[in-house]
């Protein structure tokens, strides 16, 4: 089946780094990625709609300039936390649909591993 | 207004039985598909079961049913013969038309605990 990568798994930093994740789908072109927040025990929260070869789509409330996002190949998007701080310190998740096979599955999103974050 | 709604932050299970995590809808798109996704601690999201709108039966994968009731606008979850191995967060999501991108609205989780 589809698979996505996410790396790095865990980072922890100082307070000031920026932080690069990437989300990569390995057996399937992702024209489209989505990349996600989570805080423990709360649900996902989207942040931006990565498109290949165009300006990620951000939703509203997320700082464009702190998460910066590059989808510059079919099967790679990344994700940078310019000038980390503490309140960043979160799971990142990124996800990507893969559109062969349309029917019964409903093309569902495929979620990388996801990435804690932790700033110090 | 919440897209999508689990009441139930915490469920209770024991072992070898069944268990009905509830979730509810708001769209005014004909066209949506509703997913479940099981997230264990260790963070990652496995896919569980798709329903969509159109679909004119539930939904079954396994010992997972999509107890899908298009008029209440609800899509609960039934896991049946519950294992050990069940225990995780429980999100339900919904896609909303055709060319929406593909973002999944998210709703706020289920933490579904299944007892020896």
């Known amino acids: 089946g589809a698979v996505v990568s996410q790396h790095p798994s865990r980072v922890i930093c100082k307070s000031g780094t920026s932080v690069k994740i990437e989300c990569r789908s390995l057996?399937?072109?992702?024209?489209?990625m989505f990349w996600y927040r989570q805080f423990p025990k709360k649900s996902l929260m989207l942040m931006a709609t990565?498109?290949?070869?165009?300006?990620?789509?951000?939703e509203q409330g997320v700082e464009k300039d702190k998460f910066l996002i590059n989808h510059a190949s079919l099967t790679l998007s990344t994700l940078t936390v310019t000038s980390a701080h503490p309140e960043d310190s979160s799971f990142y998740i990124c996800?990507?649909?893969?559109?062969?096979?349309?029917?019964?599955?409903?093309?569902?999103?495929?979620f990388g591993d996801g990435t804690r974050l932790s700033i110090l | 207004a919440q897209k999508i709604t689990q009441t139930q932050p915490g469920m209770f299970v024991q072992e070898k039985e069944a268990v009905t995590l509830d979730c509810t809808y708001d769209?005014?798109?004909?066209?949506?598909?509703l997913f479940w996704y099981k997230q264990p601690s260790s963070g990652e999201m496995i896919f569980l079961i798709y329903q969509g709108s159109y679909d004119q039966q539930n939904a079954t994968e396994g010992r997972y049913s999509l107890n899908f009731q298009k008029a209440r606008k609800s899509a609960n979850l039934v896991i049946s013969a519950s294992q050990l191995g069940d225990s995780a967060m429980y999100f339900c999501?919904?896609?909303?038309?055709?060319?929406?991108?593909?973002?999944?609205?998210f709703g706020q989780g289920t933490e579904l605990s299944v007892k020896p």
């Open positions: 990565s498109n290949e070869g165009s300006k990620a789509t951000y």
């Open positions: 057996d399937f072109q992702a024209t489209t």
């Open positions: 996800s990507a649909r893969d559109l062969r096979g349309q029917g019964v599955s409903g093309q569902p999103q495929h």
């Open positions: 999501a919904m896609r909303e038309g055709q060319n929406q991108g593909g973002k999944l609205i």
């Open positions: 769209t005014s798109d004909p066209s949506y598909g």
